[in-house]
């Protein structure tokens, strides 16, 4: 463990150190006096009737704040841009800034400061050990750092663990390939995506990967190795472990998996998670994944609805930890599910049937309006066009519907490096 102390705090003592860490955050956000603070934030506490960090006395308090949603995040920077007015310091206090993704609507612009960089490089420290990583370790991080916040923050979570860190921007898959057998590389972070095209990439040059000192690999950025059928297939490709982790640019690293890969552990010493019904926004065991964050004092986000379907595992994990898991890890994004005759998929789920398959090397989700509704093509990249008939079946199997499956020609669908953008919305 990262921390043992605080990841197997009993349930009163984790909720004790979390209350504290709320009421510093509060007492912070609202600073000293008029213009200091958190505008966006005392703006939202206020028009819900809280005059000060002093009217949010206990969990029944907190559990009446308003909820934060993405939109008024946006809107707020559109309105003040380019950073808007979630700030809890002056300009100069922040160091860093990165941007959402972008992949369904403007991307958010995010600062840190120094003590909130130090932060995702602490909630970092408890995904790579969970994983296993330690100072022995060599980390390579294939990732042409640019915006996106993700591996800039695991780069700095493995060096604070005192691993050896390994940059791989600036080049490409095969040369990356070379690095990692030169440098002797124990550990691999990247999106599932990209692991499963090295591995490809391998295939074509006849590098041995099993012949690397590969043990662990690490995916963020997207669900996939979440996904039974995905982790198989990248631990398959590597010959090595393949864990989960979750998080946003936005709320940060919250989200990993133990040894026992039983389900995301969530980090509630630096995060208070919650589940509702997005319909009723009542208190569920699945549903959208609500989060607060506690360490990023400097640009913190309250009630944060995510927009992560998630569902709350059963009981204590063997692994020792006593914080919440989540069953299956992220279940998909809620504007991602798709309603096909009246069935809700997600893509994800789509993914995990896909996978099982080894012939398939790359699938693309296709969807069409159809009125109201959406229809799904899947095209899969495939040379034996028998395996269209299996998908199809096995989708009928696990799902309930029936989708239309067609064979493209290999190589002829996108590969990522970074997220992928497998479903297409057509016209
Ligand atoms: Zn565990």
């Known amino acids: 463990m990262f921390d043992p102390a605080l990841e197997t705090l009993d349930a009163p003592a984790l909720a004790r150190h979390q209350w504290r860490r709320v009421q510093a955050l509060l007492a912070e956000t609202w600073g000293g006096g008029p213009g200091a603070g958190n505008a966006f934030l005392q703006r939202k506490l206020r028009a819900a009737g809280v005059r000060g960090p002093g009217d949010v006395a206990g969990w029944s308090d907190f559990r009446r704040l308003p909820f934060t949603r993405k939109l008024e995040l946006a809107a707020d920077q559109a309105a003040h841009p380019p950073f808007g007015t979630n700030l809890t310091y002056p300009l100069e206090r922040y160091v860093r800034v990165h941007q959402t993704s972008g992949t369904t609507d403007q991307p958010l612009r995010w600062l840190d400061t120094q003590e909130s960089w130090e932060w995702w490089a602490r909630c970092w420290g408890f995904v790579l050990r969970a994983a296993g990583i330690g100072p022995a370790d060599r980390v390579f991080f294939p990732f042409s ?42 550990a691999l972070v990247c999106t599932p995506s990209y692991a499963l095209h090295l591995v490809e990439i391998a ?28 982790r198989a297939r990248i631990e398959q490709g590597w010959g090595a472990r393949a864990f989960d982790h979750a998080g946003m640019t936005e709320i940060g690293a919250y989200g990993y998996e133990c040894a026992e890969q039983a389900g995301l552990h969530v980090n509630e010493t630096e995060f208070i998670a919650e589940v ?21 004092v400097g640009s913190p986000l309250v009630r944060y609805r995510t927009g992560d379907r998630v569902r709350l595992a059963d009981g204590p994990c063997p692994c020792g930890r006593t914080f919440v898991r989540l069953d299956g890890g992220v279940l998909g994004r809620l504007d991602d599910m798709l309603i096909v ?25 296709e969807v069409f309006r159809a009125g109201a509704l959406d229809e799904v093509r899947v095209l899969l990249e495939v040379d034996d066009t028998s395996v269209t008939v299996a998908v199809h079946e096995a989708f009928r199997a696990d799902l309930g519907i029936r989708l239309e499956v067609s064979a493209v020609p290999p190589r002829t669908l996108p590969r990522y490096d970074l997220k992928a953008r497998r479903v297409v919305r057509k016209p």
Not at 341 to 365: C, L, M, T, Y
């Open 145 to 186: 750092f640019g915006m996106f916040i993700g591996f800039w923050a695991g780069f700095e979570g493995a060096r604070a663990l005192g691993a050896l860190t390994i940059p791989g921007g600036g080049q490409d898959s095969a040369t990356r390939l070379t690095w990692m057998d030169k440098l002797g590389v124990t």
């Open 203 to 230: 295939r074509d040059r006849r590098i041995d990967l099993a012949k690397l000192p590969l043990r662990v690999t690490v995916h963020a950025g997207e669900p996939g190795a979440g996904i039974a059928a995905v």
């Open 341 to 365: 005759r009246g069935v809700n998929v997600f893509p994800s789920a789509i993914e995990g049937i896909v996978r099982r398959f080894p012939a398939v090397d790359e699938f693309q989700i």
């Open 276 to 296: 509702i019904d997005p319909a009723t926004e009542r208190p569920a065991r699945e549903g959208e994944l609500v989060l607060t964050n506690l360490g990023r």
